[in-house]
């Protein structure tokens, strides 16, 4: 794998953005950092000066704005993915005080910069699959382990009632897979599976609310996990992810169509990367935040990305925008009216550090 060239200017960058980040939402923050070992809050490790980067290749577009706001309740990785419902950030499961299998549900307001705590969903566990469907959210499948052990239980989440019950399992155990609604159905697409190697699948399935079923699709060119995935156009676009681990990050994007259920290749990710967050405002994919590396025998040697790039589906080009100013990965993320909240994740390579930074972009 080639690690894309550093861009580190800690005393210029790193150390503001930190400062911004422990006064979030206008509260003083002590605890914006946790160690998933042992208890109590840490600063930022100074291994992130050189792990972040956040030059891209791709040409420069509006740069838009970041600004900070209310930081999450607890510091979590590994959520995978948020959800937007009723105009609300909703963020369940992951990594959080010294467990990978929380079962935590907050949701954020942005009208009140305000996070309040949800019914907790039912099975806890990190990586989950969550995906929204009018006024409920779906929960699929996840890791019971670091980042392992996959289950295949199902819930979906009643944003009226505040309630949780289960439908129909997954056809097969997975984590780390993506959820995406179209045409009021939604597709489970790629993951990680069962067994000691935790190999990546290219499994898409799709639910039927109605009939509580799910059906077999034509499976993701390239098996991978840890992907960007989103719905645009009465199209599904998966970008980028892994291939097993994080040291054989990709840049493929391909799309489905259900129509034809057929895949198709797109423009690839200017930037190779996995558990980053995409997310669509005004007709393009902003994909940001990932992690990537190389495993050695002493030990995981990487990036943290802080790239915003973005994806034109009608010119089929890339362009990016301004930075994260606090680089993360396996964080939650969803657009609400045109912007782009971003809450949680590891700041370092792997999940040994959760994170209640939340920071909204703001499209030019």
């Given at each position: 794998m080639t690690i894309a060239r550093r861009t580190v200017l800690f005393s210029a960058f790193a150390a503001p953005a930190i400062a911004r980040a422990q006064a979030q939402g206008g509260h003083a923050h002590h605890d914006m950092f946790h160690s998933l070992r042992t208890p109590g809050?840490?600063?930022?490790?100074?291994?992130?000066?050189?792990?972040?980067?956040?030059?891209?290749?791709?040409?420069?577009g509006p740069p838009g704005r970041w600004e900070a706001r209310a930081p999450l309740p607890v510091p979590r990785s590994e959520m995978a993915w948020g959800v937007a419902m009723g105009g609300r950030l909703h963020?369940?499961?992951?990594?959080?005080?010294?467990?990978?299998?929380r079962n935590y549900h907050h949701a954020y307001d942005p009208r009140t910069d305000r996070w309040e705590e949800r019914a907790p969903v039912p099975r806890g566990a990190n990586h989950i699959a969550v995906v929204t469907l009018g006024e409920t959210i779906y929960a699929l499948g996840g890791m019971l382990e670091q980042n392992r052990t996959p289950h295949g239980e199902a819930f979906v989440y009643d944003g009226r009632t505040d309630r949780w019950r289960a439908?129909?399992?997954?056809?097969?155990?997975?984590?780390?897979?993506?959820?995406?609604?179209?045409?009021?159905?939604?597709?489970?697409i790629g993951g990680a599976g069962e067994g000691a190697d935790r190999a990546s699948v290219g499994w898409h399935e799709v639910y039927d609310p109605a009939a509580d079923r799910w059906e077999p699709r034509r499976p993701l060119p390239g098996a991978r996990d840890h992907t960007g995935t989103v719905a645009l156009g009465g199209l599904i676009h998966v970008i980028g992810g892994r291939f097993?681990?994080?040291?054989?990050?990709?840049?493929?994007?391909?799309?489905?169509?259900?129509?034809?259920?057929?895949?198709?290749?797109?423009?690839?990710?200017?930037?190779?990367?996995?558990?980053?967050?995409?997310?669509?405002?005004?007709?393009?994919?902003?994909?940001?935040?990932?992690?990537?590396?190389?495993?050695?025998?002493?030990?995981?040697?990487?990036?943290?990305?802080?790239q915003m790039e973005s994806y034109d589906p009608a010119t089929d080009t890339w362009q990016h925008h301004a930075p994260m100013p606090t680089p993360r990965h396996g964080l939650g993320a969803a657009a609400i009216d045109g912007r782009i909240y971003v809450a949680g994740g590891g700041p370092i390579l792997g999940g040994s550090v959760q994170s209640a930074v939340h920071e909204v972009f703001i499209p030019a």
């Open positions: 809050a840490i600063p930022l490790p100074p291994i992130t000066a050189e792990q972040w980067v956040t030059e891209s290749p791709a040409p420069a963020i369940i499961g992951g990594y959080g005080n010294q467990r990978v299998d439908i129909a399992p997954l056809p097969r155990p997975r984590g780390a897979g993506a959820a995406v609604e179209l045409g009021g159905k939604i597709h489970h097993n681990d994080f040291s054989q990050n990709t840049a493929l994007h391909h799309v489905y169509d259900p129509a034809t259920d057929r895949w198709s290749l797109r423009a690839p990710l200017p930037t190779p990367r996995s558990g980053q967050g995409a997310a669509v405002v005004d007709g393009r994919i902003y994909v940001f935040g990932g992690e990537g590396g190389v495993i050695t025998p002493q030990g995981a040697q990487g990036n943290v990305f802080g």
